[in-house]
């Protein structure tokens, strides 16, 4: 199985530039070889000031007969190593990632990460660090947003479940994460008391209760460690070639 990678110019003659990458399976067939596509990676290059390039992943899709069998984690893992290898590139990003990339993106960066000293279960216990969102641009041109997530994901790896005071230090911390939306929405709120009188405002607080909000961090944070079990039991699972 090959990776091929084609560059594309965009339409309307603009001068950001974009790569395709194409997965396909070289095989011998009644005496001649043929060419099976197993699927395809899109990707276009934006600005990012002063003077590099944002790679952003557009679309990634392996057809139906090979799915689940790796080769979208291949094809991922190819283009990073190519993006990576160009010292123009800040970091990348993904345009409207669906729930089933937003896994297979984790898989992979868990996997690259975690060969990555910054993180490594005896600095994973101290927090989340500048240098881990530093280590995981350089070397794989990954966002600070997403190295945090990938933080997460190994720090629940290196986490004792049956230490209760480990654990429960592990779930405050990603619930600090989850919650700082709402703490945003808290200032947004005293700003939006000037506009409304007292019944309006009242109303909006009934909206928007204490108990309301901790009843959706808990779901979102369940939620959220049953994807991360998921991703770290396909981790424990993997055997590189």
Same mark, same amino acid.
């Given at each position: 199985?090959?990776?091929?990678?084609?560059?594309?110019?965009?339409?309307?003659?603009?001068?950001?530039?974009?790569?395709?990458?194409?997965?396909?399976?070289?095989?011998?067939?009644?005496?001649?070889?043929?060419?099976?596509?197993?699927?395809?990676?899109?990707?276009?290059?934006?600005?990012?000031?002063?003077?590099?390039?944002?790679?952003?992943?557009?679309?990634?899709?392996?057809?139906?007969?090979?799915?689940?069998?790796?080769?979208?984690?291949?094809?991922?893992?190819?283009?990073?190593?190519?993006?990576?290898?160009?010292?123009?590139?800040?970091?990348?990003?993904?345009?409207?990632?669906?729930?089933?990339?937003?896994?297979?993106?984790?898989?992979?960066?868990?996997?690259?990460?975690?060969?990555?000293?910054?993180?490594?279960?005896?600095?994973?216990?101290?927090?989340?660090?500048?240098?881990?969102?530093?280590?995981?641009?350089?070397?794989?041109?990954?966002?600070?947003?997403?190295?945090?997530?990938?933080?997460?994901?190994?720090?629940?790896? #290196?986490?004792? @479940? !049956?230490?209760?005071? *480990?654990?429960?230090?592990?779930? +405050? &911390?990603?619930?600090? /994460?989850?919650?700082?939306?709402?703490?945003?929405?808290?200032?947004?709120?005293?700003?939006?008391?000037?506009?409304?009188?007292?019944?309006?405002?009242? #109303?909006?607080? @009934? !909206?928007?209760?204490? *108990?309301?909000?901790?009843?959706? +961090? &808990?779901?979102?944070? /369940?939620?959220?460690?049953?994807?991360?079990?998921?991703?770290?039991?396909?981790?424990?699972?993997?055997?590189?070639?």
């Amino acid at each position: 199985i090959t990776c091929i990678i084609c560059h594309l110019k965009q339409w309307y003659q603009r001068r950001v530039r974009g790569s395709l990458y194409t997965l396909f399976e070289k095989v011998q067939e009644g005496g001649s070889i043929r060419y099976r596509s197993l699927g395809f990676l899109s990707c276009y290059n934006y600005y990012y000031y002063p003077n590099k390039k944002r790679p952003r992943i557009s679309q990634i899709l392996i057809l139906p007969p090979y799915q689940k069998c790796g080769h979208g984690a291949k094809l991922l893992k190819a283009m990073y190593e190519h993006v990576c290898c160009d010292p123009l590139v800040h970091d990348i990003t993904v345009e409207d990632p669906s729930v089933s990339f937003t896994r297979l993106r984790n898989f992979v960066d868990v996997l690259m990460c975690s060969e990555l000293p910054s993180f490594q279960p005896d600095k994973l216990r101290g927090g989340f660090a500048k240098e881990m969102a530093n280590d995981a641009r350089d070397k794989f041109k990954i966002t600070a947003i997403q190295a945090h997530k990938i933080y997460e994901i190994l720090r629940l790896r #290196a986490t004792d @479940l !049956s230490n209760a005071e *480990e654990y429960r230090a592990y779930r +405050l &911390e990603v619930k600090r /994460r989850l919650n700082i939306p709402f703490q945003k929405e808290k200032k947004a709120m005293k700003k939006l008391q000037t506009f409304l009188n007292a019944k309006e405002y009242e #109303a909006v607080l @009934l !909206s928007k209760s204490v *108990e309301n909000q901790h009843e959706f +961090l &808990e779901k979102s944070y /369940r939620e959220l460690e049953l994807d991360y079990r998921k991703c770290i039991e396909r981790i424990s699972a993997h055997v590189d070639p």
